[in-house]
């Protein structure tokens, strides 16, 4: 037993640690708490982190104000409860998909913010694009922050580090609202900051930009050694990396643009005809190496488990329709980082210069889903099947159908990891442990759209 699998069912209490034998090697049971709705980890003191529903809000589909897939609200671990959305103390806001521990012990979430129509338009949003999608009737904009909080007592918090999406807009279309900046006079202004009039060129494009939820950020990573921090936007269709070194205060001037974007150049105007777009509807971008989850340091990590993959450079995702039919795990290595200047390089060379490193195509998965790097050229990949995959450059290598539903994503942890070690898992006997309830592969669901549009 050298790796276990963290598998979180949505919707549920429960989340299951276990082996390659599908051993169950350590469950984890929240009864008193509300069910999962977004990621789950394990912490390195080995307690299980994890974004749960605010059950004080209506049924997902009902709710007036969030009725998009990853809406979670509450941030749990043992002997810690904590209401995000209370804490923002009055604003209309709810974290959502993703929250992770940070190697200080503090934890990084993603927060949904409610822009009003008027907000909107001053920001210099087309009012155009503000009409209400299908989903949603009240004419309001979702925008995206991330939020640093260290845990205080059993249900509380204190606000360390915050960055807002709503700080780092541009636009063209009125200069008499803010955020106005000719696209000809200062192109290059247009790489570092977010258009709040996106440009759509096909029907599902004209939908996501559009709506409310107009960016649908699904994920984040934190990278030590760069103390940079990794966002992926489902409905923009890119990565985006930005600075943690900076203070709150920096963070809302252009200090806090972006350090690098990729995913379709499209979106900041240097591809007219979307002709070099490489991503479509993304989700789980993370750096390759992922330190804790392999080792205690990080420098164990690149021994042990990355020796063959850049430590600042390389990142893995899943892209969600990279094929006409199908979906893919791909990972990537982006521009040489430099010491001085701009640290990705020339903005103009994003593209050209990220060089694509391995890819595995898979079946469709139209929302959620992961894809993780592993030692030895390994990757693990989690389709909304659900299904798990092994997969290496020679084809997959495992499948696995977990019959409890859908995650957010699998994610796989050496034993050697500090949070696995606390909680002192044994070796199991194949053939009379507790497995994990899985389906016949022939038995999988397929993960196509639902009717209703609510991603996740």
Known sequence: MDQLTLWAPLGTNVAYLYDSN????????????PPASGSASIMRNGWLLRAATDITR?????????PYGGRAGILQMIEWEFNTTKFERGRVAIQHHEA???????????LWVVKDYAEAIQAGRDPARDVPDNQNKSGYLLTEEIVEVTPVGKKSAEEVWRWRMWDHL????????????????HPDDYYYRLDINIPPVTARDISFSISVDWLHW????????????????????????????ITTAEAATSKGDFLFRYGRPFNYRADPFDANRVLYTSHSAKWSFNDIRFSTTLLGAIKEARCDVSPTRNFVLLNNGCLAEGS?????????????????????????DTEQVFQFDLTRADFVSSCQRLAGGKYLVSIASPRLVDA???????????????????????????GIRALDVTCQNPSSCEKLPVLPITECPIARCPEKEVWG
């Open 170 to 185: 541009i636009q063209d279309f009125d200069r008499s609202k803010d955020n106005y900046v000719p696209y000809c006079d």
């Open 58 to 66: 209506p049924p997902l589909r009902q709710d007036p104000v969030f």
């Open 100 to 110: 992770i521990e940070l190697p200080n012990g503090n934890i990084l979430y993603l």
């Open 22 to 33: 599908l051993c169950v090697a350590k469950t984890f049971n929240i009864a008193a708490g």
């Open 328 to 352: 893919c795990c791909q990972e990537f290595r982006t521009p040489e980082i430099r010491k001085y200047g701009r640290p990705y390089g020339d903005p103009s060379r994003w593209v050209a």
């Open 392 to 418: 290496t450059d020679s084809g997959e290598v495992n499948r696995v159908c977990p019959s409890t539903g859908n995650a957010l994503r699998a994610w796989r942890y050496s034993t050697s990891y500090s």
């Open 218 to 245: 699904n994920s984040l990573d934190y990278n030590e050694q760069l103390d940079q921090i990794m966002i992926s936007s489902r409905h923009t269709s890119e990565i985006y990396v930005i600075d943690r070194s």
